[in-house]
């Protein structure tokens, strides 16, 4: 176990040097001079060495990475160019957001995804399962924009069961734990909208493997005993069965955090998507950059405290 902690520990220390490296430098590799787009139309040759100066982009390159890297450990990511509001200040607002769009769509997405498969896959070729292996084909297959659509079309505008878009899930007034209730209602449709597709993949891969893990000779010898169905899904066969799944969901939560960017702008959410192409348009290189190194180290974050799970599921892995 200890040999396992320590390779991925010191791949994770890799990985966020390399994702350092590539924030870095995405910021020249953008058109146009940082100095200049930051001092906008006021900008004149003389302001603008001065700015290279006193931002160290007049140093060599190696040792503006440097320089930065110290900044970002100190938790500065510089002044967006537009509204003069430090990079953390507004990454910090949106991404709470960002965090609770997938904990909530995650949990939605196993709750139903689990139990569904564990059944379709008790009689592979039934009804159950047919419908079931349709369905998550169809959903997988459909554009996070066009769900959008359905699910606001369905829950907002004929059943009005929940707000549709523009509405505020923090408002304004009392903590945010005196507001829970009013969060968690605006904030399960785009929830939903997101879950939907993870739902598609996580029952595909567990009802897979669920075929495969019920053929096993400790499943036979678990029947022979005489113990009930549920007690043979539940406690036997679905815990060596999600090993797959559980490392998809690391892998998907790069693909979620591409599709928070379609939700959050068709909801008119404030989170890291709605920044992002606000920054684009403004050619706020920080921002940009800020909002692109958060994102990598959330992906890398999650699929290293997957790692860290997948031991607890199956010993067998740490001594592999």
């Not at 829970?180 to 785009?190: A, E, F, K, Q, R």
């Not at 669920?210 to 678990?222: K, R, W």
Request: with cysteine.
């Amino acid at each position: 176990m200890t040999r396992y902690l320590s390779q991925r520990f010191a791949a994770l220390f890799a990985i966020l040097v390399l994702i350092s490296v590539g924030c870095f430098y995405l910021v020249h590799l953008l058109p146009g001079n940082p100095a200049a787009s930051i001092l906008g139309v006021t900008a004149t040759p003389q302001t603008i060495a001065a700015l290279d100066r006193q931002l160290g982009l007049d140093k060599p390159i190696y040792e503006q990475y440097f320089i930065w890297l110290g900044h970002i450990l100190h938790g500065n990511l510089g002044i967006a160019t537009p509204s003069r509001v430090p990079v953390t200040t507004i990454i910090g607002q949106s991404y709470k957001l960002d965090v609770e769009l997938i904990v909530i769509s995650q949990f939605i997405a196993f709750l139903i995804a689990i139990p569904l498969s564990v059944y379709a896959a008790r009689r592979p070729g039934g009804f159950l399962d047919q419908a079931t292996t349709s369905t998550s084909f169809a959903l997988f297959c459909l554009p996070s924009f066009i769900i959008v659509l359905w699910v606001v079309n369905l829950f907002t505008i004929h059943w009005h069961t929940f707000p549709g878009p523009g509405t505020n899930p923090f408002p304004t007034g009392g903590s945010w734990l005196s507001n829970i209730g009013t969060n968690l209602y605006v904030m399960i449709l785009p929830s939903l909208v997101l879950a939907i597709g993870s739902i598609a993949i996580y029952f595909r891969l567990l009802r897979s493997e669920m075929v495969f893990t019920l053929q096993e000779e400790f499943i036979t010898v678990a029947r022979s005993k005489g113990l009930t169905t549920n007690r043979i899904l539940w406690r036997h066969a679905v815990r060596p069965s999600s090993i797959t799944m559980l490392t998809s969901a690391g892998n998907n939560i790069a693909l979620l955090i591409t599709g928070l960017f379609i939700v959050e702008v068709k909801f008119a959410l404030p989170g890291l998507g709605s920044e992002l192409i606000g920054a684009i348009y403004a050619n706020d290189y920080l921002t940009i950059q800020g909002i692109a190194l958060v994102a990598a180290i959330t992906v890398v974050v999650v699929n290293f405290a997957i790692d860290m799970i997948l031991p607890l599921v199956d010993p067998r892995i740490a001594r592999a």
